[in-house]
């Protein structure tokens, strides 16, 4: 596989400027193709604040992986409280403000980030939930792996 038929199986519609710019010579394999992931991190809201010494190591493990490149976003919610949820049912569009009561689990945070395989992804989230096993005893929750489509993958409504 070339860079040309990377960019192609990206966005078909690239296909002669890409030919045009890149030359047959730039050979990539499937190891050095990226997969983007989403990470959401999903807890009971009612846990309390992060000890100091977890967010300590959370910043470590995300400045590694800032630097290395693979996170490329993050960040963590404030509760539900603050929120507010606009829900489209029955044909009607309505604003419902925080807190919600009726959610078992929240989402307290989330991170974006480039693998090359979701092997690696699960590896990462492994990481990060040993981190809160470690600095944060009996906290529970769940680290949910996604991958992410890339651009010119999504199926086609039409």
Known sequence: MDLVDVVDAVDPRRRTRARKKFSKSIKLTKGDLKMRFMMIV???????????????????????????GAMV?????????????VRLSG???????????????????????EF????????????????HKKYWPGWEGVTEVRQM?????????K
């Open 91 to 113: 044909g009607r569009v309505t604003v419902t403000d925080g807190p919600f009561t009726e959610a078992k689990e929240v989402i307290g945070g989330y991170a974006q980030f």
């Open 73 to 85: 976003g993050s960040g963590g919610l404030k509760p539900t409280a603050l929120g507010a949820a």
């Open 42 to 68: 999903k807890h009971p809201e009612n846990q309390g604040l992060p000890p100091k010494e977890l967010m300590e190591e959370i910043g470590k493990l995300a400045e590694k992986e800032g630097k290395s």
């Open 149 to 157: 489509y890339e651009p010119g993958e999504f199926p086609s409504t």
């Open 116 to 131: 090359k395989s979701r092997e690696e992804a699960i590896e990462s989230a492994v990481q990060f939930m040993e981190l």
